[in-house]
């Protein structure tokens, strides 16, 4: 989950299994000045990561614009150019892993390279450069035994951001990555309608989406390695029903974990646009008191679904029913079901007893149930 850079963190009936980047990115915004460095901005998100147990992704990107002397690509104080002198941003990386030591401050897990690098208002460098980027942080970021650097991640169409991922990991991007990520966007904000996470567009249905950025990382050299998709929703207002907000976010992530995504970031709880209007945010499912939406209690609901548990990968049937099968241990199966395109009865199989719904109901069940866009877990029993 990103928070958003002035929510509060999620109560505890929104359990969240990590925290990415905020809004501002790292850099830019914690390197003001050569030399000088505003640490409590990213202080908090750290220290709520390390005080709930769970690890924090720090995504660089943003070159300050005191490291540039052609200041063409700046927006104020931050600029979509490399540096001029590498050693600034060897220097940047170095401050970092030194500040975020567990002692002066608690580890970060995750540093993703760089922020869509594949798109002009985030990188107007070349591969090369982002690669030399990565091979002089990669050493830095390993004298601490805790952290891992990921590849910059990449959004937008399938087709152009995966030939992108592959010509950066052929440039030798591969060598300094411990994992890769990608986004899990659907479609451009203003697309009407927007598509649901099973829709095929340019962008690729989730399932397919994940599984070409999988295809490439295991055969450009990163076999074996974790992939995240590390920032993802329905983007700037682009579903507004809460119900359907509810069921395509649900979608999203219990796709994602049956294609053997291990983990997916919602951006965001809260304002992704601070300052903006409701219209101007991502994906937001909190409410302005800081208690979730039907969107964000259906994402502790989904939660408590899958973590832990094993998923298989889900089954579309012809009338566009979606089951995915779950166990745990201890003899649990469960079954996720929907229906993509009608409210529909559904013949439940006779070993499950119980179901749960998006908003945590919990029901005894015999026979046929009910089933329409937003997902229930059938269950065997309690888990």
Not at 235 to 257: E, F, V
Not at 329 to 342: L, M, T
Request: hydrophobic content about 35%; some cysteine; overall charge negative.
């Amino acid at each position: 989950m990103t928070i958003g850079d002035a929510a509060s963190y999620p109560p505890t009936n929104v359990p969240i299994g990590a925290i990415g980047h905020p809004t501002r990115l790292a850099w830019g915004n914690i390197e003001l000045s050569k030399g000088v460095y505003q640490w409590s901005f990213y202080d908090t998100f750290v220290g709520r990561a390390f005080n709930h147990g769970v690890p924090f992704m720090m995504t660089f990107g943003s070159t300050p614009s005191w490291a540039l002397a052609n200041q063409s690509s700046c927006m104020g104080t931050i600029c979509t150019d490399p540096p001029d002198n590498i050693q600034d941003w060897i220097d940047f990386v170095t401050a970092v892993v030194s500040h975020y030591n567990g002692v002066q401050a608690p580890h970060i897990k995750y540093y993703e390279l760089w922020d869509e690098a594949n798109q002009s208002t985030f990188w107007t460098g070349s591969q090369a450069q982002l690669v030399s980027l990565a091979q002089v942080a990669y050493p830095i970021i390993h004298q601490d035994a805790s952290s891992l650097l990921l590849t910059p991640s990449v959004t937008g169409n399938l087709s152009v951001a995966n030939i992108w991922m592959q010509g950066y990991l052929q440039a030798g991007g591969n060598k300094y990555a411990d994992g890769g990520t990608f986004h899990g966007y659907l479609s451009p904000n203003g697309t009407s309608p927007y598509p649901f996470p099973e829709d095929n567009t340019s962008y690729g249905d989730i399932v397919t989406r994940a599984n070409t950025f999988r295809a490439t990382f295991d055969s450009n050299g990163l076999a074996g390695k974790s992939m995240l998709d590390s920032e993802g929703s329905w983007g700037q207002a682009n579903i507004t029903d809460p119900d359907q907000q509810a069921a395509w976010l649900a979608r999203w992530y219990i796709l994602q974990a049956g294609a053997g995504v291990p983990a997916a970031y919602w951006f965001s709880w809260g304002d992704s646009n601070p300052g903006g209007t409701p219209s101007q945010q991502w994906g937001e499912i909190a409410n302005p008191d800081g208690t979730p939406n039907l969107a964000g209690v259906a994402y502790g609901q989904v939660y408590d679904w899958l973590v832990g548990a094993t998923i298989s990968p889900c089954i579309r049937a012809a009338d566009d029913t979606w089951t995915c099968a779950l166990s745990r241990s201890g003899g649990y199966q469960g079954q996720i079901v929907w229906n993509h395109s009608a409210t529909q009865s559904f013949q439940s199989p006779t070993q499950f007893k119980r179901s749960r719904d998006l908003a945590g109901n919990i029901a005894t069940i015999s026979g046929a149930v009910s089933i329409g866009s937003k997902p229930i877990l059938l269950e065997t029993g309690a888990p």
